[in-house]
């Protein structure tokens, strides 16, 4: 008798298995559900409902957006410079500045390994509306000016980098194209 009893016991662990929960979810499941598959399976099954509802309120997670003034026409190397600036410019803007309420989401970032994009602007004016976009929906941002040494004039509006979770900073930026 006990040996049928093991081999049912088995055979129940085999299909909750089978229906992908572990070894252990399954064993804890079969003992408090008198070890009836049906009823383990329906216990685990509302146990990963329930999970997956904590999950609905966990953001998509965090990126830095940087905007390029297309109108400019910078070189590559010039245009890499100036999104540094802006990436640096933004982070300590976090760190140091007005947006020192965004430090969490900021060490979220690091820890999700740092989401960054590069987006083509049209010119000055789009870059200085969508930083005004940005502030209206509290997105820390930070435009960069160049300081003239190289290929554009001085005081050019170069890039607008923008930070904070995707959601959010979508509705910014959600329409302009990855720079080409």
Not at 33 to 53: D, I, K
Not at 58 to 69: A, H, I, R
Not at 95 to 116: T, Y
Not at 127 to 147: E, N, Q, R
Request: aromatic share 6%.
């Amino acid at each position: 008798m006990e040996d049928s009893l093991q081999e049912t016991t088995d055979t129940s662990l085999q299909v909750l298995m089978d229906m992908g929960f572990s070894r252990e979810e399954s064993e804890e499941a079969l003992v408090k559900n008198g070890y009836s598959v049906e009823l383990a399976a329906a216990y685990l099954l509302n146990l990963s409902e329930e999970v997956a509802e904590e999950w609905e309120d966990v953001d998509e997670g965090y990126k830095m957006v940087f905007v390029v003034n297309s109108d400019l026409k910078m070189s590559i190397g010039k245009t890499a410079a100036q999104v540094a600036h802006g990436c640096l410019g933004l982070y300590r803007e976090i760190e140091l500045g007005s947006h020192q309420e965004s430090r969490d989401d900021l060490v979220a970032w690091l820890d999700e390994g740092q989401k960054k994009i590069v987006l083509s602007g049209k010119n000055t004016d789009a870059l200085v509306k969508l930083c005004t976009k940005a502030k209206d929906f509290g997105i820390p941002s930070h435009l960069v000016k160049d300081a003239g040494h190289t290929e554009v004039a001085a005081g050019s509006t170069t890039v607008l980098a923008l930070f904070g979770s995707e959601e959010t900073v979508n509705k910014v930026t959600g329409s302009l194209r990855l720079l080409k």
